[in-house]
């Protein structure tokens, strides 16, 4: 079975930190990656998407990945307390559906 | 600019009785749509997918169903829910004439609650 795995948390990581979380798949034939920002009680948010192997980089994001691995990860820069929000990790799986990991639950400490 | 429509909000329903969810996608044509059902403390559960009107395709089994009577609107239904129905029921949109049939967005929600 195809899966996605995450981190429950919960991370909690000060105010102006770099906050880490981490994605692992099972299914190699996956081509895109997605991380969705999840606030209680609201749908999930699109915050990155990468396709290829290394980087990607906006604002205060930065999305890796390393398909060798099968990891993917999201780098937080300069936390911040709105940020604090579960975030789900998705890959594609064949043409038109996503495996979706349960989450990681991010804290910013003010 | 793509807009995606979910209603109710909130629904309580009693055990037995019948579903209907609605979802809309504005903006864009022939959009792949999706319906996803999240529980309590739990992950994204993929129900149902739509490439096109009257095209489903289901994922578990269940006693829900879904349709797509026209290419921006798709309903998910029940004829009598059960106590494992409620959860967060969320519609995604992908594709279409305005995005990458990779990249799903997803509407509000609607919060459902069996008793």
């Known amino acids: 079975q195809k899966e996605v795995e995450q981190n429950s948390g919960p991370l909690s990581v000060p105010e102006g930190a770099i906050a880490s979380l981490n994605c692992t798949y099972s299914?190699?034939?996956?081509?895109?990656f997605f991380w969705y920002r999840q606030y209680s009680g609201k749908s999930p948010e699109l915050i990155m998407f990468?396709?290829?192997?290394g980087d990607k980089e906006d604002g205060r994001f930065t999305a890796q990945l390393n398909k060798a691995s099968q990891y993917v990860s999201l780098l937080i820069r300069d936390s911040q307390p709105s940020d604090s929000a579960t975030y789900l990790c998705?890959?594609?799986?064949?043409?038109?559906?996503?495996?979706f990991g349960t989450g990681t639950r991010l804290k910013v400490l003010a | 600019s793509q807009t995606i429509h979910q209603w109710p909000a909130t629904l309580v329903q009693p055990v037995g009785s019948p579903l209907s969810l609605e979802c809309t996608v504005e903006?864009?044509?022939?959009?792949?749509l999706y319906w996803y059902r999240q529980a309590a403390g739990r992950g994204l559960q993929l129900l149902f997918y739509?490439?096109?009107?009257?095209?489903i395709s289901s994922e578990v089994p269940q006693n829900l169903s879904a349709s797509r009577p026209q290419d921006r609107q798709f309903i998910l239904s029940s004829k009598k829910l059960l106590l494992s129905d409620s959860g967060f029921y969320l519609c995604?949109?992908?594709?279409?004439?305005?995005?990458?049939?990779?990249?799903?967005?997803f509407g509000p929600g609607t919060r459902l609650t069996v008793l």
């Open positions: 995604a949109w992908s594709g279409g004439t305005s995005g990458r049939s990779d990249t799903q967005y």
């Open positions: 299914d190699r034939g996956s081509q895109s």
């Open positions: 990468i396709y290829s192997n």
């Open positions: 998705a890959v594609t799986s064949g043409t038109y559906k996503y495996i």
């Open positions: 903006g864009t044509s022939n959009p792949n």
């Open positions: 739509s490439v096109g009107i009257g095209q």
